[in-house]
């Protein structure tokens, strides 16, 4: 296990202003947090944490990434919090380290390959600062080298994991060579014999011309220095995961590869690398389309670089790479490039710069993320899918959920299942219950309690963010509203029969619906129950000698037996909301209907529990409910098909208020109507709306709408008014 002084002394080796102090309190701390726990390799855990921040001092990175490196399993797995460790710390480290928890919590979740791009996403929301990832990607490279010690079941998930999650993530912000390594250590675990075949033929052909790679390596160099310039080249072979890669993609067999080598030609200046360029074009003939200019158009992760190919000495085709030492940094550790510490002081103005230029590389990785993966597509991509504008969210099983920012829990619903979308009655989100309508973080675990026979509020079509939850939502009120409409159809249309002293059958209604020039039984009751289509036209279909009524007296309508001859059982229940909204009259259900058809009081005089009321539908607006005496009912006489028989449903202990109105004729005199108001207002009523009407110069009709609780309640309010020695008479009003 690295030592305490070890690891200060990786540090000075490159920044010699380290904070000394600081490293060695992280040291000691994470030393004394972790304890006694082990790793599966039986090491202390502490050395793992240790590994970590080494690899990250191979990038030259700051103090606050090496001591959040250092502690970055602390918040997670042991006892300390994020206060003590913005406490000891300071708040930069402690954001550091709690953005390296939440990533954590992750690796619980489980990741389908279809899923890792919009996970790279999520991993890239989370750490809103770039060194997080940075020493998350070194985290995963550590786990990686040791994944042996790891139990076998365990090890697949991993590796795959960072194959297709990290090992893009880290290839997409520049860091080639860390890439490299968690392919090939995924690819040894995860295609065992594969990797093994590839490792053989490599080390077959290293003892067979294992001269070659210095012998070419000798004599372009030979050829640069001839030419005056100054060239670091280097050969290496190419990772065993590249060559089976490249394999697969060409079908091709190991023996048939032809670049299993490639060489790189670092040099001082970007003028030289073209004139490395010119004399190797000059030398040995190019292969052709293999010229690619990186330096003149960079790859928007910021790699610049010349890439030819040759047939090179001994007639080897040579894949050749060139570079100066500044883009090499950057082809190979990328974005951390860009965050290393650079010796000596810097201006403000130059680390400024510096950050900006890393903070707008990550901005543009994010925005590639769910691009293409090859140079080409990164190159073209210039459609930028802004990030920011996503949430991302997990079911309880793992599976990610992609929505636009601002997206509900109803959205996530529509978003896993249409069916769960329209059944959807409840969320919990991280294990607490929430409202449907609360807005959705990333990250988020939401899971949706459905209740079966539920359809969607019309009003949340409005509420939703996604497209697909409005259409939905959209579908489901129309299904609703047809269903409610041929419900309705069907009793009018029964009551139809009935007067008519027929029975109402769907099988002889099917038959006759050609004549109606309707689809379906279904489409004829909807249409009655929207009114577009007269009762009695239906039992003419069917009983072509019957003679439709199509207007008479009250005395007809009322003259059946019973109200409306509905019977009962077949009674439409007017079922009123709870006290905690007593004037949301569009929320009123009617139950068996499902509920969501508007329903309103008269709108002169309303209606109270006591009365005995009906209901009358306006096709295409919703039903209105009136007291039986209300003159208004008169002017529907004619139309029988469109009153219903209704009554009330409520619970004891939730009742509201309803609406009602009276008439007062009282002394003309200051303060009557005061007397007036606080009478009502003790009775426990709300006044709505007062209106006055001149009688005589002495008296005068007061109007007064109110809210009260039943007829009871009105009757007492009326008897005591009467009793007041203001008032001459006291009467309610129907309109
Ligand atoms: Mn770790």
Not at 646 to 665: K, M
């Amino acid at each position: 296990m690295m030592r305490q002084y070890e690891l200060v002394e990786r540090v000075r080796r490159y920044n010699p202003h380290a904070d000394e102090v600081l490293l060695n309190k992280a040291y000691v701390y994470a030393m004394r947090a972790h304890g006694s726990q082990k790793r599966a390799s039986g090491d202390p855990y502490f050395s793992h944490p240790l590994e970590v921040a080494a690899i990250l001092t191979e990038l030259r990175l700051d103090d606050a990434t090496i001591v959040a490196a250092v502690l970055h399993d602390t918040i997670e797995d042991t006892a300390s919090t994020r206060e003590e460790i913005d406490q000891i710390f300071g708040a930069e480290i402690g954001q550091l380290v709690d953005g390296l928890t939440k990533i954590k919590k992750l690796d619980l979740v489980s990741k389908r390959a279809e899923q890792a791009e919009n996970f790279r996403k999520l991993l890239l929301a989370i750490s809103a600062d770039v060194r997080v990832l940075l020493v998350k990607l070194a985290d995963r490279l550590h786990n990686m080298r040791t994944l042996h010690f790891v139990p076998e079941s365990k090890r697949r998930r991993i590796a795959e994991e960072t194959l297709d999650i990290y090992a893009p993530l880290a290839g997409r912000m520049g860091m080639q060579s860390l890439r490299d390594e968690m392919e090939n250590l995924s690819f040894r675990n995860l295609m065992p014999e594969a990797a093994a075949m590839i490792e053989a033929r490599l080390a077959d052909l290293r003892a067979k011309n294992g001269a070659v790679i210095v012998r070419i390596e000798t004599e372009l160099m030979a050829e640069l220095t001839l030419r005056g310039i100054k060239a670091d080249v280097k050969g290496r072979e190419k990772s065993p995961y590249s060559i089976w890669r490249k394999m697969e993609r060409k079908s091709v067999s190991f023996e048939q590869l032809s670049d299993i080598y490639g060489f790189r030609a670092i040099v001082a200046s970007t003028d030289d690398c073209y004139r490395v360029i010119g004399v190797v074009h000059t030398k040995w003939p190019v292969v052709p389309g293999r010229f690619k200019d990186y330096i003149s158009t960079p790859k928007q992760n910021d790699y610049r670089s010349i890439h030819t190919t040759v047939i090179g000495p001994g007639r080897q085709r040579v894949e050749l790479q060139v570079r100066t030492r500044d883009m090499d940094d950057i082809a190979e550790i990328g974005i951390a490039a860009h965050t290393l510490y650079k010796e000596g002081r810097v201006s403000d103005a130059e680390a400024l710069q510096r950050e900006s230029r890393a903070y707008g590389w990550l901005r543009r990785t994010i925005e590639l993320l769910g691009e293409g993966d090859t140079p080409e597509e990164f190159l073209e991509h210039t459609k930028l899918e802004l990030f920011h504008d996503q949430v991302f969210c997990f079911t309880p099983k793992g599976r990610l959920i992609a929505l636009p920012r601002g997206a509900t829990p109803i959205d996530f619903a529509y978003a896993v299942h249409t069916d769960i979308g329209n059944k959807a009655v409840g969320a919990r989100i991280n294990g607490r219950i929430a409202p449907l309508l609360s807005e959705l973080s990333n990250g988020d675990e939401v899971s949706i309690v459905t209740a079966e026979g539920q359809s969607p509020p019309s009003a949340w079509e409005t509420l939703v963010v996604t497209g697909k939850a409005r259409a939905a939502i959209r579908r489901a009120t129309r299904e609703a509203v047809r269903t409610q409409y041929a419900e309705l159809g069907r009793q009018i249309v029964k009551r139809a029969f009935e007067r008519a002293g027929k029975t109402f059958s769907p099988e002889k209604l099917k038959a006759a619906l050609p004549r109606l020039a309707r689809q379906s039984v279904d489409d004829v009751l909807a249409a009655v129950g929207r009114g577009e289509m007269f009762s009695g036209d239906v039992v003419k279909a069917i009983h072509p000698e019957f003679e439709p009524e199509r207007a008479s007296g009250a005395g007809a309508a009322k003259g059946e037996a019973g109200w409306f001859g509905l019977s009962k059982a077949e009674s439409l229940v007017f079922k009123v909301p709870g006290s905690d909204e007593p004037t949301s009259l569009n929320s009123i259900p009617i139950r068996g209907l499902g509920g969501d058809l508007p329903v309103r009081f008269a709108p002169v005089g309303g209606a109270v529990p006591g009365d005995r009321i009906v209901g009358i539908l306006t096709p295409g607006e919703g039903i209105t409910i009136y007291p039986i005496q209300s003159p208004a009912l008169t002017h529907f006489d004619d139309q029988p098909e469109r009153w219903l028989d209704v009554r009330w449903d409520i619970e004891e202990e939730h009742r509201g208020l309803y609406p009602a109105q009276i008439v007062v004729s009282a002394i003309n005199e200051p303060g009557t109507l005061g007397l007036i108001a606080t009478l009502i207002g003790e009775s426990g009523a709300n006044i709505d709306h007062v209106q006055f009407v001149n009688r005589s110069p002495d008296v005068r009709d007061v109007v007064i709408d109110i809210e009260v609780r039943d007829l009871k309640h009105l009757s007492g309010i009326l008897s005591q008014l009467k009793q007041s020695s203001v008032v001459s008479k006291v009467e309610r009003v129907n309109g």
